[in-house]
């Protein structure tokens, strides 16, 4: 006879084998209850399916010793921007299982790009295409690890009437297999903050001017839950949350969907079938507005990129304004 536990794993296999290669409603039996409760597809909830590959790529590493961060992080970039509610949407996750945490924020997808040769650019509220070409600016999903952190100045800007040096902190992402070229396409994580840089005004003493004493001033931009040049990101307060995490201790990053998670679901609907119905997943909300999605492989997407880089005119180098 077989044991009960043996009985219900044969049992979940088969749940699987029917449902196709990426069940939506199908999910490990050990996760733990105080963590099924937040297992869903509603807003704050983190997908099935989501859950499934990001718990399993973190044990994975877990048993190699890649991490020992008590915390895995996973995110969903085809949830919209926007909830129900009106708020930023909550579509990335940090699931700390021996504290009993789950948190669920707000995060950015790719925006892409509208070439004159392919047209792969995503709109604010959901994701459309996704590529791991480098400089499509597009989101690709998969397995990361997290790895070192990079802090850079951008410039000042104006804070409560006072002059204030503006510094992001980058975090870095190791991939692998569709995600390995990370690092060369700068695909990282960090706040959803940008300086649109205006002019530049003389601050000598400054350690960050430039040899004439120039330094550069602009306006801070935050566009958090909205769209990224491919990375991660995340509003101010959670970005400091997230990298207090993982500074000097790396953990996994699952960022659903993948490569064949994107032609499977592209495939279903063009034969005129629900996801759902194909025991496959996408946020219900994001398929009825992007129609299908598109994934766009390196090998066919990069020489369109390199081709348009190549016929842009030389420009001189940008210089800033002084400022009045």
């Not at 995490?245 to 996994?252: A, D, I, Q, R």
């Not at 390196?298 to 190549?310: A, G, M, S, T």
Request: proline fraction near 6%; aromatic fraction near 10%.
């Amino acid at each position: 006879m077989l044991s009960i536990s043996l009985r219900l794993t044969v049992a979940f296999m088969i749940i699987i084998a029917v449902s196709g290669p990426f069940p939506a409603v199908a999910q490990n039996l050990d996760i733990p209850t105080w963590l099924q409760k937040h297992v869903g597809t509603g807003d704050g909830q983190i997908a099935p399916i989501v859950l499934q590959r990001a718990r399993a790529l973190y044990q994975k590493k877990l048993r190699r010793g890649a991490t020992r961060n008590p915390c895995y992080l996973a995110m969903d970039a085809t949830r919209p921007s926007t909830s129900p509610s009106g708020q930023a949407g909550r579509r990335f996750y940090t699931i700390c299982e021996s504290e009993k945490m789950f948190r669920a924020v707000s995060s950015g997808y790719g925006n892409g790009r509208k070439l004159s040769q392919a047209n792969f650019s995503n709109g604010r509220q959901c994701a459309r295409n996704f590529s791991n070409a480098e400089g499509s600016k597009l989101t690709m999903g998969g397995a990361y690890v997290t790895a070192e952190t990079r802090t850079s100045f951008k410039g000042y800007h104006n804070q409560s009437g006072k002059l204030t040096p503006f510094h992001r902190t980058f975090l870095l992402f190791d991939g692998e297999g569709d995600t390995t070229n990370a690092r060369e396409r700068a695909i990282g994580g960090h706040e959803a903050v940008f300086l649109r840089q205006q002019c530049r005004f003389k601050n000598p003493s400054s350690r960050h001017a430039d040899k004439e004493g120039y330094v550069p001033y602009g306006k801070l931009v935050n566009y958090t839950g909205g769209r990224s040049n491919g990375c991660t990101t995340w509003s101010p307060s959670e970005s400091r949350e997230i990298l207090s995490l993982v500074e000097g201790n790396p953990t996994t990053l699952y960022i659903y969907p993948e490569a064949d998670d994107i032609n499977a679901v592209a495939k279903a609907v063009k034969k005129g079938r629900s996801p759902a119905s194909a025991g496959l997943y996408w946020n219900d909300a994001c398929l009825r507005t992007i129609g299908a999605p598109k994934f766009w492989p390196k090998r066919k997407l990069q020489p369109v990129i390199n081709r348009w880089r190549q016929s842009l005119p030389k420009q001189p180098p940008r210089v800033l304004p002084i400022c009045n």
